[in-house]
């Protein structure tokens, strides 16, 4: 069974720091890219980041860049985000979430989420 | 980036009805379009890829058509357990790439 599990959120400071964590198992971690996705309560769906299967190759959404930083250790079948000057606005329940590609094609789909880790950001 | 219009943004049916969700693209993106179905207080679960292709395991209620810019759900003889937000996403160019996997605003399905 696929399971990825975020862990590291919580309160924040607006402009301080927050690293979250995503344990993944039931699969092979390091064939797939694997990304993050947040939602505020309520709100629609917000990609935030991805990254390849070995990590040397990533992206962000422009609210972000600059500032969130991804990365992942397939050693440790881990994925992470580093953020970094939070602001008001990043506030949103983050997902981690594993992307695959159909065998027929290649069709790029996202099939498992993690239930999400809240971040609140607030003085 | 390409931007995806949904609609209606919510809707009331009964048990039984049949739903459609339309979602448009802001430029082609062939078929790499999918769509995703969340209850409240879970995480969302991908119902459709490629657009028209079932994931394994979603009943054979849901269905999706549409290719270009152009795309609907379709979800016959609705059942308690579909009332739910629909989101479309379209994934044209994956990243780690310059156009972004986004989603559409979403679309509620309430009861009547």
């Known amino acids: 069974e696929v399971q990825l599990v975020e862990s590291g959120g919580g309160l924040v400071q607006p402009g301080r720091s927050l690293r979250l964590s995503c344990a993944a198992s039931g699969f092979t971690f390091e064939n797939y890219a694997m990304h993050w996705i947040r939602q505020v309560p309520g709100k629609g769906l917000e990609w935030v980041s991805g990254?390849?299967?070995?990590?040397?190759?990533?992206a962000y959404a422009d609210s972000v860049k600059g500032r969130f930083t991804i990365s992942r250790d397939n050693a440790k079948n881990s994925l992470f985000l580093q953020m970094n000057s939070l602001r008001v606005e990043d506030m949103a329940l983050y997902y981690c979430?594993?992307?695959?590609?159909?065998?027929?094609?290649?069709?790029?789909?996202?099939?498992?989420w993690g239930q999400g880790i809240l971040v609140t950001v607030s003085s | 980036d390409i931007q995806l219009t949904q609609s209606p943004s919510s809707l009331s049916a009964s048990i039984g009805d049949r739903v459609t969700i339309t979602c448009r693209a802001s430029q082609r993106i062939s078929n790499h379009l999918n769509w995703y179905q969340q209850k409240p207080g879970k995480a969302p679960n991908i119902l459709i890829y490629a657009a028209s292709s079932l994931q394994s395991g979603v009943p054979s209620r849901f269905s999706a058509t549409g290719s270009g810019t152009d795309f609907s759900l379709t979800i016959s003889n609705l059942r308690p357990e579909d009332f739910a937000t629909y989101y479309c996403?379209?994934?044209?160019?994956?990243?780690?790439?310059?156009?972004?996997?986004?989603f559409g605003q979403g679309t509620k399905v309430e009861v009547k």
């Open positions: 979430v594993k992307a695959t590609r159909s065998a027929v094609a290649g069709y790029y789909y996202f099939d498992y």
């Open positions: 996403q379209q994934t044209f160019e994956t990243p780690p790439t310059t156009t972004f996997p986004t």
């Open positions: 990254v390849n299967w070995n990590g040397d190759s990533v």
